[in-house]
């Protein structure tokens, strides 16, 4: 029953509180009573719309965020929002633009908000943009660990490795408690064959810290090798019992991914349990996992060495956008272009069709691989 005493802002916090704990009925409930009372109320809108998203109730989200900017054009959570929404239709360059208006309004030094819009970029694979809303927030706010870790992750998805390692050192500087920059971090000069520097830096991060197991075996691995511990060691117990928590947690698409990334360069699978279940970066699983609820995930790499995650049509969308020349086309031109340049290089005949078509003609082709 509706309590007329309560006001629109404390309907709106009830449900933030909701919202916060992940019971995403009870604040759509709250929200849609105080709606009921206050149908002009701007923020109730706003937050009808983010727990729709976290429903991912796109159409509904959707026109919660458009019903909060019939209110309010200029309000910036609702743009965010509406950005966020169409990101997840796919549809990047009007969710860019939203982004953009929200920069244009002056909120550029909004610390959380553009931190918000950078990471649902990341999620969905816009790279370049993701990067750059980063480096805002990180001029605005030079001393924001979070941010210097953020504009590391998307270096790092962007082949630009010097500038990872420079800009997760400085997140470190900033907090050396920053666990997520230093699981990273060490992971990257794991990778380089830095393997004292790794260690360095696992040993300074708790089991609990980790939610995937490739750290936790390479930290298990050194110091077994540096130490000279045994396997049953009581200093490895810690780990040991994460590793178990972890394995026990995955579900069957995250292990698939994993097997494949648990092949090393000699074609040799090494312990299935190491496997790293949530990607090279810890905030990026979600994204994998939630672009793939509209259809089975797949990954593909190009002849350059870039991979993609996602449907069909998500991996097409990402090769598109990060194709400059393409980017404002729709994706049929961009498939009927590559395809037309495909063929000529190879002489393999390559259908524009659809986007499993035309990625399964190019892999044929030669030009790329299909992984999963």
């Known amino acids: ?68 900017l019939g209110l309010d054009p200029d309000h910036e959570d609702a743009l965010a929002g509406v950005g966020e929404v169409l990101l997840k239709l796919g549809d990047r360059a009007r969710a860019v633009a939203s982004f953009e208006r929200v920069l244009a309004l002056g909120f550029r030094e909004d610390h959380d908000l553009i931190l918000q819009v950078g990471r649902a970029l990341f999620r969905e694979g816009v790279l370049e943009h993701a990067r750059r809303f980063f480096e805002v927030v990180i001029t605005a706010h030079p001393d924001s660990a979070e941010a210097a870790a953020c504009v590391g992750y998307a270096s790092h ?10 800009w997760l050192r400085r997140a470190l500087e900033l907090d050396p408690s920053h666990a997520e920059s230093r699981i990273y971090l060490a992971n990257l000069l794991y990778d380089r064959g830095e393997y004292e520097a790794a260690l360095f830096h696992l040993e300074r991060t708790a089991p609990d810290e980790h939610f995937d197991t490739l750290a936790i075996w390479r930290l298990v691995e050194l110091k077994r090798s540096v ?3 045994p396997e049953n060691d009581p200093e490895l117990l810690p780990w040991q019992e994460r590793l178990d928590e972890l394995t026990q947690d995955a579900d069957p698409d995250d292990l698939i991914l994993a097997e494949i990334e648990a092949t090393g360069p000699d074609g040799q699978v090494r312990d299935p349990r190491q496997l790293e279940l949530f990607g090279t970066l810890l905030t990026e699983l979600h994204g994998m996992r939630t672009s793939a609820k509209g259809g089975d995930i797949h990954r593909v790499s190009t002849a350059a060495g870039v991979t993609y995650v996602g449907t069909w049509e998500e991996i097409v969308r990402q090769m598109k956008d990060d194709a400059a020349e393409y980017a404002a086309g729709s994706l049929e031109e961009y498939m009927a272009a590559s395809a037309e340049r495909g063929s000529r290089k190879t002489g393999v005949a390559i259908p524009a069709t659809d986007p ?17």
């Open 1 to 68: 029953m509706s309590d007329p005493f309560l006001s629109s802002d404390e309907y709106d916090e009830r449900a933030h509180g909701f919202y916060n704990e992940g019971q995403y009925d009870q604040a759509i409930e709250t929200l849609r009573e105080g709606l009921s009372l206050y149908p002009h109320a701007v923020e109730l809108h706003v937050g009808l719309g983010y727990a729709r998203l976290a429903r991912e109730e796109y159409a509904w989200a959707r026109r919660s965020f458009d019903d909060a």
């Open 227 to 229: 130490y000279r511990l």
């Open 157 to 166: 998805r962007l082949n630009d490795e010097g500038g990872a390692l420079f």
């Open 356 to 372: 499993e078509s035309f990625l399964k003609g190019s892999a044929e082709a030669g030009l790329l691989r299909i992984l999963l």
